[in-house]
């Protein structure tokens, strides 16, 4: 079965911090891209960072960049999202998605088209 579960979304107020961990099972990680998306409300689903695992490369998009950090650990197979400075625009479900990197590449890290596997989702809400 493959399988990502996301977890650590919570509601803070700006300026605040959160780590979410995307724990993927069933494949081996190391041959995949581990994407972030966010939806806010009344949003389309927005790409906004992604690992390669095959050559440790990273993507940010321009809204997170400076603010979001994305690291994998391999022994865990988990992939963290560390988000600082959170403002209300970042509000909405995190999901992280999982694609063959070579698949990613080419397709592009943003698009989730690029991504054959999806966690759940969590909830992240930044307000005062």
């Known amino acids: 079965q493959l399988q990502l579960v996301e977890s650590g979304g919570a509601s803070v107020q700006p300026g605040g911090s959160l780590r979410l961990s995307c724990v993927v099972s069933g494949f081996r990680m190391d041959y995949y891209a581990i994407g972030w998306f966010r939806q806010a409300p009344g949003k389309e689903r927005e790409g906004i960072s992604c690992?390669?695992?095959?050559?440790?490369?990273?993507y940010y998009t321009d809204s997170v960049k400076g603010r979001f950090t994305v690291t994998g650990d391999k022994e865990k197979n988990t992939v963290y999202l560390q988000m600082n400075s959170l403002n209300a625009e970042d509000t909405g479900v995190y999901y992280c998605?999982?694609?063959?990197?070579?698949?990613?590449?080419?397709?592009?890290?943003?698009?989730?088209?690029?991504?054959?596997?999806w966690g759940q989702g969590t909830q992240v809400s930044v307000s005062s």
């Open positions: 998605a999982a694609g063959r990197a070579t698949v990613v590449v080419a397709v592009g890290y943003s698009s989730h088209r690029a991504y054959q596997f």
């Open positions: 690992i390669n695992n095959s050559d440790g490369k990273t």
